[in-house]
């Protein structure tokens, strides 16, 4: 079986070249985080997984590998049919990998290379990958980041989508963590991410900014909804010269009505984030907000949110070292950020953030 094996470095070579990673562990772990791009053939589901773990603790391993094979043996040609309907060529490469390179990963690959496919199992697995992570996340070199910021409204991360259509590196932070980023942020985007998991679609998005590379950010605060932006990249956000967009109040709630489907979303959602306001605001501005959300009066809560809350909050990011914007009339606006883009590029990077 040594020769069906593949270290990280060469795997990931092969996954930029466009292999197949083949995650063979459970749904439950697959979900919890995986290597971006894998897809999940589980070689046992939850229970039975649980079911040989116990066995081994209960009599060791003999009968726990027997038990394995009976789990496993009905299911192979479905597996097999699996890996066929995703591959458009038998020669693609295939990538196989449990938790830590151990049985699970050994079998399927090796009834995949019986099969005829070229696969190989992950030394290590995703054991593995969660280091090269770490130390890339800890020690790893990036481009530079110019962010955008602004109080809240001024439509940063649609003007982020905008410039990407348009050719413009950009790593979308909010994307990856599936969140806004505020305390409403968690509205109409269904779950977000483990840190893991997250931590992995980082990884992977940049490593898309090569060291002498760019790319567009939006400013965050360290954590965005449940999920925490490892130490140095939140540094590498404070780094460069900030894009400080300006926009008056009415073009701010005019945005956020469109960018909030309200009508979308149940209105009882909206309540626990408004609640959670009582101690920054007081318990007659929360009624009083909770009383404009059940009267459907949506301009009104956003005006007095963006006022009383978000305005008073995000100014502090007001940064020392920023371009100003003022994005209105909105054509005219980008135009004045893109000639700000073009401005920090001809400008040497600032140094601070170093390679650990």
Same mark, same amino acid.
Request: proline share 7%; with cysteine; charged share 25%.
């Given at each position: 079986?040594?020769?069906?094996?593949?270290?990280?470095?060469?795997?990931?070579?092969?996954?930029?070249?466009?292999?197949?990673?083949i995650?063979?562990?459970?749904?439950?772990?697959?979900?919890?985080?995986?290597?971006?791009?894998?897809?999940n053939?589980?070689?046992?589901d939850?229970?039975?997984?649980?079911?040989?773990?116990?066995?081994?603790?209960?009599? #060791?391993?003999?009968?726990?590998?027997?038990?394995?094979?009976?789990?496993v043996?009905?299911?192979?040609?479905?597996?097999?049919r699996r890996?066929?309907e995703?591959l458009d060529d038998?020669?693609?490469?295939?990538?196989? +990998?449990?938790?830590? #390179?151990?049985?699970?990963?050994?079998?399927?690959?090796? *009834?995949?290379?019986?099969?005829?496919f070229?696969?190989r199992?992950?030394?290590?697995?995703?054991?593995?990958?969660r280091?090269?992570?770490?130390? *890339?996340?800890?020690?790893?070199?990036?481009?530079?980041? +110019?962010v955008?910021?602004?109080?809240?409204?001024?439509?940063?991360?649609?003007?982020? /989508?905008?410039?990407?259509?348009?050719?413009?590196p950009?790593?979308?932070?909010?994307?990856?963590?599936?969140?806004r #980023?505020?305390?409403? #942020?968690?509205?109409?985007?269904?779950e977000?991410?483990?840190?893991?998991?997250?931590?992995?679609?980082?990884?992977?998005?940049?490593r898309?900014?090569?060291?002498g590379?760019?790319a567009?950010?939006?400013?965050?605060?360290?954590?965005?909804?449940?999920?925490?932006?490892?130490?140095?990249?939140y540094?590498?956000?404070?780094?460069?010269?900030?894009?400080?967009?300006?926009?008056?109040?009415d073009?701010?709630?005019?945005?956020?009505?469109?960018?909030?489907?309200?009508? /979308?979303?149940?209105?009882?959602?909206?309540?626990?984030?408004?609640?959670?306001?009582?101690?920054?605001?007081?318990?007659?501005?929360?009624?009083?907000?909770?009383?404009?959300?059940?009267?459907?009066?949506?301009?009104?809560?956003?005006?007095?949110l963006?006022?009383?809350?978000?305005?008073?909050?995000?100014?502090h990011?007001?940064?020392?070292?920023r371009?100003?914007?003022?994005?209105?009339?909105e054509?005219?606006?980008?135009?004045?950020?893109?000639?700000?883009?073009?401005?920090?590029?001809?400008?040497?990077?600032?140094?601070?953030?170093?390679?650990?």
């Open positions: 079986m040594h020769h069906l094996k593949i270290d990280l470095p060469k795997a990931l070579q092969q996954r930029d070249e466009g292999a197949l990673f995650d063979c562990r459970t749904p439950s772990e697959f979900a919890e985080a995986t290597i971006p791009g894998a897809v053939i589980p070689l046992f939850d229970e039975q997984r649980a079911q040989v773990g116990l066995l081994y603790k209960e009599k #060791g391993p003999g009968p726990a590998r027997r038990l394995a094979v009976d789990l043996s009905p299911r192979i040609p479905a597996m097999i890996v066929d995703l038998r020669r693609r490469p295939l990538v196989v +990998f449990c938790w830590r #390179g151990g049985m699970r990963s050994r079998a399927l690959t090796a *009834f995949l290379d019986l099969a005829g070229s696969a199992q992950l030394t290590g697995g995703h054991k593995a990958f280091a090269e992570v770490r130390d *890339f996340l800890e020690k790893g070199a990036w481009g530079r980041l +110019f955008l910021r602004g109080l809240t409204g001024v439509g940063k991360t649609r003007i982020l /989508h905008r410039l990407r259509g348009e050719g413009y950009v790593l979308d932070l909010e994307g990856l963590a599936n969140h #980023g505020s305390a409403f #942020g968690a509205l109409g985007q269904g977000q991410p483990s840190q893991k998991a997250f931590e992995a679609r980082l990884w992977e998005a940049l898309q900014i090569p060291p590379g760019y567009l950010a939006e400013g965050e605060s360290k954590h965005i909804g449940r999920v925490v932006l490892p130490p140095r990249v540094e590498a956000l404070q780094q460069e010269t900030s894009l400080w967009l300006e926009a008056s109040l073009y701010r709630i005019q945005l956020i009505l469109q960018e909030y489907p309200v009508d /979308h979303i149940p209105r009882e959602d909206f309540i626990p984030p408004i609640v959670a306001l009582k101690r920054r605001l007081g318990t007659e501005t929360v009624e009083r907000l909770l009383a404009l959300l059940h009267a459907g009066k949506w301009r009104e809560l956003v005006a007095d963006m006022v009383l809350y978000y305005d008073p909050l995000y100014f990011t007001h940064p020392d070292r371009i100003e914007i003022q994005l209105e009339p054509e005219e606006g980008i135009a004045r950020l893109k000639e700000s883009i073009h401005r920090l590029l001809a400008e040497p990077p600032v140094q601070g953030l170093k390679k650990a």
